[in-house]
């Protein structure tokens, strides 16, 4: 029996059944996290040349719970909202396995009403954290459930190591017709979403080294309480929206981005001073005014203060302020905080390949993940977009599956959960409820 801090060997509860071939694996993935309640069957086969895998999404559908009144997650409307979609959706998606010929299959009803054989899934993965409880529990239970039933394997997996295993799952789907977009170890990811700002060294399938993180909000956070202030109220009014993020970005950018002139700083130098609006307001990069002037170079993030300033600004031009201000405002604010996720980010880089002479050490690939990275100037700034990444789409869970990981059925949905081996709690394997499938070696 091989254990490994929170993983156990192999046990009667990770009993995996029957599985069929890795050639045609297929995947159960349920994802309720927050306010949003995603469903997917992926399946996964080997790629004709036999280096890889590719992948076919059979079937992916996501529902967000109506807060528009609160203008924020509520927390019971979310939970409520996962109550009541998350099994229709499942029904749905039922309906969209492939029909069975040889493999094992189960049945299903289809919306016609005919009982099909279709193909059972080999496993069941579900986010286990971290995030709000009720929710998180909401999908656990479900997932749970479902591997009970068809006796396959369960997997519970962290939200925050998908984030920087996407571009894994992208290039499986072959996204994007260019070169490769799985990256090797190792890389850097930027996680920038509502919940999260933070800047990760991934050296292993699950050992992954934080290097920044927010000392008071994250970025989607600050872009949303932001659009509150800059967005004229009508516009909130006829929006359908209820984060708005991506209100304010089209607010800033209507037109396509190329008619917005951006020219990056190339030095520290440039990025430091504030940069003087028509209107007279100016905003200052965070961390670059600090007393001491210590923090100009801290591997920190900081959004709180350019929040505080945008609010000042509006309050003080809240009868005054014109159409053509506000997307200024919108404009700069997302310049001045991309900018400085952009500082630390090639702070980072320098950092880490500094006298690195071994190849295969060297940091060669920026990940950019989480809700904020479909912005379109945040990707103007990464020089090189890649295919739009979203966190209804988990990509660690085959790594997992395939590295010979499952989850205990008593598992808990946890509301902390690092990623970090050198965290509290040992990071990604630290915590309770690992078990090793029969015959897997596990990759650290």
Same mark, same amino acid.
């Given at each position: ?49 036999? $280096?890889?895998?590719? =992948?076919? %999404? ?60 279709? $193909? ?34 369960? %997997? ?106 951006? =020219? ?107 809700? $904020? =990275? ?6 103007? %700034? ?15 869970? %085959? ?46």
């Amino acid at each position: 029996m091989r254990r490994k801090r929170g993983v156990q060997g192999s046990t009667g509860t990770a009993k995996t059944g029957k599985l069929i071939p890795t050639t045609a694996d297929k995947i159960r993935i349920v994802f309720p996290f927050i306010d949003d309640t995603s469903v997917a069957v992926l399946e996964t086969s080997k790629k004709s040349e036999g $280096v890889g895998k590719s =992948a076919k %999404l059979h079937f992916h559908e996501k529902t967000t719970a109506n807060n528009a009144q609160y203008r924020g997650i509520h927390p019971i409307v979310a939970l409520e909202s996962h109550n009541s979609r998350l099994a229709p959706l499942m029904n749905k998606a039922l309906d969209a396995l492939p029909r069975s010929s040889t493999y094992p299959s189960i049945p299903v009803q289809s919306a016609e009403g005919t009982w099909l054989e279709k $193909v059972k899934p080999d496993f069941v993965t579900v986010t286990r954290g971290p995030g709000l409880l009720p929710c998180l529990s909401t999908g656990l239970n479900c997932a749970k459930g479902l591997a009970v039933a068809w006796q396959v394997p369960l %997997l519970g997996v962290n939200h925050m190591q998908a984030h920087a295993l996407t571009p894994r799952l992208v290039n499986a789907l072959q996204v994007d017709s260019g070169e490769a977009l799985e990256p090797q170890f190792p890389f850097l990811s930027l996680s920038v979403s509502g919940g999260h700002t933070m800047l990760v060294h991934s050296k292993q399938l699950t050992h992954h080294t934080i290097l920044a993180t927010t000392t008071d909000v994250a970025i989607g956070d600050f872009i949303d309480k932001a659009a509150r202030q800059i967005l004229p109220e009508e516009v909130i009014q006829r929006s359908d929206e209820i984060m708005y993020g991506r209100l304010l970005e089209q607010f800033a950018f209507p037109a396509e981005m190329q008619q917005y002139r951006y =020219a990056a700083p190339t030095t520290r130098a440039e990025e430091m001073p504030r940069k003087s609006s028509s209107w007279g307001w100016a905003l200052a990069a965070p961390l670059a005014e600090t007393r001491s002037g210590s923090k100009s170079k801290a591997m920190e993030f900081s959004f709180s203060g350019l929040g505080s300033a945008i609010k000042r600004i509006c309050k003080g031009k809240e009868r005054t302020m014109m159409h053509d201000e506000r997307i200024d405002l919108a404009q700069e604010a997302f310049r001045v905080a991309f900018e400085h996720l952009a500082s630390r980010t090639l702070m980072a880089l320098e950092q880490l390949n500094k006298g690195q002479d071994v190849s295969s050490k060297r940091v060669r690939t920026l990940v950019v993940s989480g809700g $904020v =990275a479909s912005n379109r100037f945040l990707r103007k %700034l990464c020089v090189r977009p890649r295919s739009k990444t979203t966190q209804t789409l988990e990509a660690n869970e %085959l790594k997992m599956y395939e590295a010979g990981f499952a989850t205990d059925l008593s598992c808990k949905a946890l509301r902390k959960w690092a990623i970090d081996p050198e965290a509290e709690d040992g990071g990604i394997l630290g915590i309770e409820g690992w078990v090793l499938r029969e015959g897997k070696e596990t990759i650290h």
